[in-house]
């Protein structure tokens, strides 16, 4: 039965592909939201009807989302929730009360929704599609809050046509990233993160620095939000960077359940909601008596926290890394930011396409310039894993540097935990 109803949602979802294919990613009119808004006004506005918590910034806003759908949950609320990229597939893109959806449901609920769409002659990119569907999912089921992260930035991006009346933002660690789309300096790029706020919003975010903390009071002021700075808190047996973002999501939730009466949240229901393992975020698996940990870090800033992480969590052990990046951008820093974790990196692809010519002509250069004692290039992400872990002189093998890398390997690792 689940096979047949797999097959069925590959078909749903390859009619979605075939719909939206040729579709732009971006719309460049002066109003970047004019494509998504008309979208949405073809399916019923369901961005409308539903509470929100909208999650943008550089680093840590999937984490963030996961604990803030986490928190409202346990409070007795139901809660859906969608991040992106998604790890597996494209059902993390509407979770709903902490699961993905059953196939049976989602396609039956994809093929409402596609019906729709095609009798309202909407169109939307991929991106913009799926985040219709996750708001008015959200709608027809009833749901209490909607946690919504935000893809590139905030202002022009698609998710924020949501701009409801008592919005809460919570605004993550802010750095250098996408900044052929978000601007060259801090400031620029700051502005655009934080611009998921609008009339009314209530903005949580941690002390970061002058520049980037200035740009959001400028812009909660121009637009009649109120900004807050959350308390930093540290929670036994999160490391440091997931501290920060739960308690991030935690000092948003709670301002909820104040403002909503609900109450507060008992210590326990704390705890375990800070038991959730978020995916392809410093996830361990056990593997031929190894330890192997998927991080899907993809820009500077996350990969020296990850660095940071793996020393202070594994000091002592020898550890290698498989790592692959999606495009050259900001190659340099990245890669320096990975020779942090370790001295030894075997570089491949994903979905076994092969070695391409980024890794080849790009990456491997650039891993040798900055100083890898050991750099090899591997057909295969699995092979590539197998690899490093089969070396007597590696304990610990890290597999970063692209969500796409790690959505290839994930689903063996998780299979082989289900059957130990």
Known sequence: MDEV????????????????AGVSVFVYEENKLRRMEEFMEGVGRPHEKVKVIHVSGTSGKTSTAYYAAGFLRTAGMRVGLTVSPHVVDVRERAMVDGEVLGYGEYVKLMREFLGVVKEAKVEGSHFEFFMGFFYWIGAKLELDYLVVEAGIGGTWDCTNVARVEGKVCLVADIGFDHMEILGETIEEITEQEAGTMCAGSEIFMHRQSDEVMGAVRRGAEKVGAKLSVAEDRRFVGLPGFQSRNASLALTGVEFILKRDGVGELSGERVAEVLEIQIPAR???FEYKGKVVVLDGAHNPQKLGVLAEYMK????????????????KKNLKENIEAARGICG????TSWRDKGVNGLVKESVEEMARRVGFEEVLVVKGAMKAVDLMVERTEVDIVVVTGSFYLVSEVRPVFLEIKKNQ
Do not use: D, Q, T
């Open 5 to 20: 109803m797999r097959e069925e949602f590959e078909g749903v979802i390859e009619e979605v592909y075939e719909y939206v």
């Open 282 to 284: 410093v996830e361990e």
């Open 312 to 327: 202070e969590k594994f000091n002592g052990k020898r550890v290698g890394m498989v790592f692959a990046l999606k495009n």
């Open 344 to 347: 030894g990196v075997i570089l």
